[in-house]
C-alpha cells in the first residue's frame, strides 16, 4: 500500500515538472523564471546597453558532429606542434600513471561493448583499451620518436570542431569553526535530503532521479539556494563541514564541484562533490549579460567575481538567481573524475561519454589563454577522464589543476579547439 502511495505521489510530481536531475531531455525553463531575475536583479543603466547579439549559455549543446580520419599530411601537420611542455609534461613517460588509470578504467569495461558508433567510426571498449596500452608500451620511445604515434594509431577528428573550456580546483580559506572572519558554512548533504531513483518505478524514467524532501507527510521539492543560504534552513542540522569568509567562495567552488580548504593552521583539505539539491542550474554569466551589466565579449570567471566585489549589495540576489545547491564532503586526496581516480592538470578532460567515451585518448589543437600575449595554437595529449552536467555533445572541458594560474587558464577559456581520437592500428585485427 505504502509503495503504490509512494508511487502516485511521484508520479505526480514528475506531472506537475517537480525537480529532477539526470533527464534524458533538457526539462523546460520555469514560466516565472525571468520575472523572477527581473524581481531578483535590479537592471543595469541604459546606459550599459546588452549587444544585440544573443549570448551564448554555458550548457548551450554544440551541433552534432561525425568522426573523420585524417590522412598523413594532416597528422604529420597536428603531430609537428605537439608541445608537452606547455601542459607541465618532461618526458612522455611522465604520462604513465595517468594512463594507468585510464587503463584500469577500461579493463573494467566488456571488451566487445560499442563505446562509439558513428557513419565513419565503430569501436569497442577493447579498442580503447587496446589504444591505452599500445600507447603505454611507446612510452619510452617517444620522446626521440614522436612519428610513433602516427604509424601506430589512427587519427579520427571530430567534425566540426570542439568547444573547449576549462575547470580548476579552487583554493578557498577556511576555518573548522565559526568566527566573525569566516561566518559562512560550506555544507555537506543534508540530513532530509532524500532521492528515488525513478527507473525502479517505471522504464521510461530510467535514468532520472528525483531529490526531494518530506513536508508535514507531503513529498516536496528540496530547498533551494535562497533557502539555504538566505534563510539559513540547514543551520539546525550540524552538517556544516567548514567555514568560509565569503558567499561567492562557496558559489564558485560549487561550480567547479571540487577544491582545496586552506585552514589557518596551514592545513589542506580536499572538498569532493557529495550530492546536490535537484534544481536546475542558472548561468550567472547569462544573467549578468541579460541584465546588462557585462557584454559576452568581457564574461570571465574572474570578471564576475570583480562585479561582486564591487557590488557587495548585489551578491545574495545575483546567487539567488541560480537555485542549484551543491553539497561537499572532506577527503586526504582529489580531485576525483568521473572514473573514480584522481585528475592529472592539463591532461585530464571532461567530455560527453555520448560523443567521447571515458577512456579516450585524445590529441587536440587549441589555444591557451595568456594574460601577457596572444597565445598560438599549441597540440597537446588529452585523456577523457570526467564527465559534466554542461558538458554535452561535441566540448571538452580541461582540467587546470589548483592555483592561480589554473584558475586564470579556467577562467578565460572559451576556444574552438581541433580534436582527434586515437584508435591503435591494433584493432583491426579485431
Known amino acids: 500500500m505504502y509503495a503504490n502511495r509512494l508511487f502516485m505521489l511521484l508520479a505526480g510530481l514528475l506531472l506537475a515538472g517537480c525537480v529532477i536531475t539526470g533527464c534524458t531531455k533538457p526539462c523546460p525553463p520555469c514560466p516565472d523564471s525571468e520575472a523572477r531575475i527581473r524581481e531578483l536583479v535590479p537592471q543595469a543603466p541604459p546606459s550599459s546597453p546588452v549587444p544585440p547579439h544573443k549570448a551564448e549559455d554555458a550548457t548551450q549543446i554544440p551541433p552534432a558532429a561525425g568522426y573523420v580520419l585524417l590522412g598523413p599530411r594532416e597528422k604529420q601537420k597536428m603531430l609537428e606542434r605537439l608541445n608537452l611542455e606547455r601542459q607541465r609534461i618532461g618526458s612522455w613517460q611522465d604520462l604513465g600513471p595517468a594512463l594507468a588509470k585510464s587503463l584500469a578504467y577500461l579493463r573494467t569495461k566488456p571488451d566487445q561493448a560499442l563505446a562509439i558508433d558513428d557513419d565513419n567510426l565503430t569501436c569497442t571498449y577493447g579498442d580503447l583499451r587496446r589504444t591505452v596500452e599500445e600507447l603505454i608500451t611507446l612510452l619510452p620511445e617517444l620522446d626521440a620518436h614522436p612519428e610513433y604515434l602516427l604509424k601506430r594509431f589512427h587519427w579520427y577528428k571530430l567534425e566540426p570542431n570542439t568547444l573547449m573550456t576549462g575547470y580548476y580546483e579552487p583554493l578557498v580559506h577556511a576555518s573548522p569553526a565559526p568566527c566573525p572572519e569566516y561566518p559562512f558554512p560550506l555544507y555537506g548533504v543534508p540530513k532530509d ?238
Open 193 to 430: 535530503l532524500k532521492m528515488a531513483d525513478l527507473g525502479a518505478f517505471h522504464p521510461r524514467w530510467a535514468g532520472q532521479k528525483l531529490v526531494y524532501r518530506i513536508e508535514n507527510g507531503q513529498i516536496v521539492p528540496y530547498y533551494d539556494r535562497k533557502a539555504i543560504d538566505s534563510g539559513d534552513v540547514l543551520a539546525e542540522q550540524g552538517v556544516e563541514i567548514a567555514w568560509v569568509r565569503d558567499l561567492v567562495d562557496i558559489f564558485f567552488l560549487q561550480i567547479q564541484g571540487s577544491g582545496r580548504l586552506v585552514f589557518p593552521d596551514g592545513s589542506i583539505r580536499h572538498v569532493l562533490y557529495a550530492g546536490k539539491n535537484g534544481h536546475r542550474y542558472v548561468s550567472l554569466g547569462k544573467v549578468l549579460i541579460e541584465s546588462g551589466y557585462m557584454n559576452p565579449e568581457e564574461m570571465s570567471m574572474q570578471n564576475i567575481r570583480t562585479f561582486l566585489k564591487n557590488r557587495p549589495d548585489m551578491v545574495e540576489p545575483l546567487l539567488n538567481t541560480n537555485p542549484s545547491y551543491v553539497f561537499f564532503r572532506l577527503a586526504d586526496k582529489g580531485p576525483y573524475g568521473a572514473m573514480g581516480q584522481p585528475l592529472t592538470p592539463l591532461v585530464s578532460v571532461a567530455s560527453d561519454p555520448d560523443r567521447i567515451p571515458l577512456g579516450s585518448v585524445l590529441v587536440h589543437q587549441v589555444s591557451l589563454p595568456d594574460s601577457k600575449a596572444p597565445s598560438p595554437p599549441v597540440v597537446m595529449l588529452g585523456l577523457a577522464q570526467d564527465r559534466g552536467g554542461a558538458i554535452k555533445g561535441d566540448r571538452l572541458d580541461l582540467f587546470c589543476g589548483a592555483g592561480d594560474m589554473a584558475a586564470f587558464l579556467a577562467g578565460h577559456m572559451k576556444e574552438e579547439a581541433r580534436v582527434c581520437l586515437l584508435i591503435s592500428s591494433k584493432s583491426d585485427d579485431h
